[in-house]
């Protein structure tokens, strides 16, 4: 139990385009997501904290406008990176929270590796 | 100062070896203790978490922690090549939700 995927797995766009990145908990329903980024040898940096049905909240630094994250349903979170560039180039993964837990333990998606030509 | 430190290695040691992880932090309010394993290219996955001080075992796997000394580690015996990988430790507080990572130790078992 308590899988969580993301598609695409990896993407490669031009500069100024914008790219769609899904979560989906597969097997319970998330109330709260979370969305990393991930440079080469680097630890996951914390982009924002997604919960179902309101806005996301995002930590210093990330900028809302350009990673717009939607999470409409208990099962689904998106990731918008917008006019996106070689330096947004990373992986990004995401997390899903498993209600009831008392660790609040988090199951991470598999990433997705964005590269920005 | 960064509320959790891990040296990020790399590490390489022998098939067979007992290999020693070590994390430290700063935040008192931390409870949980998270050990992540994570394979190149891939998402985390949990290992094994500990709750306050003390020990907990898990197959080749031991966690250790030490409030006092704000000290966290994670001990495989018998380690196999299939253990290579990143090790993040990662701390929680009480009711939040925020994972804080430390910035992982890249493991590599030589056959």
């Known amino acids: 139990g308590a899988v969580v995927s993301q598609h695409p797995s990896r993407v490669i766009c031009k500069s100024g385009t914008s790219v769609k990145i899904e979560c989906r908990s597969l097997?319970?329903?998330?109330?709260?997501m979370f969305w990393y980024r991930q440079f080469p040898k680097k630890s996951l940096m914390l982009m924002a904290t997604s919960n179902e049905g309101s806005k996301a909240t995002y930590e210093q630094g990330v900028e809302k406008d350009k990673f717009l994250i939607n999470h409409a349903s208990l099962t689904l979170s998106t990731l918008t990176v917008t006019s996106a560039h070689p330096e947004d180039s990373s992986f990004y993964i995401c997390?899903?929270?498993?209600?009831?837990?008392?660790?609040?333990?988090?199951?991470f998606g598999p990433g997705t590796r964005l590269t920005v030509l | 100062q960064k509320e959790v430190e891990q040296d990020p290695g790399p590490l390489s040691v022998p098939e067979g070896a007992i290999v020693s992880l070590n994390c430290t932090y700063s935040n008192s309010a931390f409870q949980y203790f998270m050990w992540y394993r994570q394979y190149s290219r891939k998402g985390p996955e949990l290992l094994m978490y500990t709750y306050s001080s003390g020990n907990k075992e898990d197959g080749r796997f031991t966690a250790q922690v030490d409030k006092s000394s704000k000290y966290i580690s994670l001990f495989i015996r018998d380690s196999q090549p299939s253990d290579s990988a990143t090790y993040l430790c990662?701390?929680?507080?009480?009711?939040?939700?925020?994972?804080?990572f430390g910035q992982g130790t890249r493991l590599t078992i030589n056959p």
């Open positions: 097997d319970f329903q998330a109330t709260t």
């Open positions: 997390s899903a929270t498993l209600p009831g837990l008392a660790t609040n333990e988090q199951f």
């Open positions: 990662a701390p929680l507080a009480q009711g939040a939700q925020k994972l804080v």
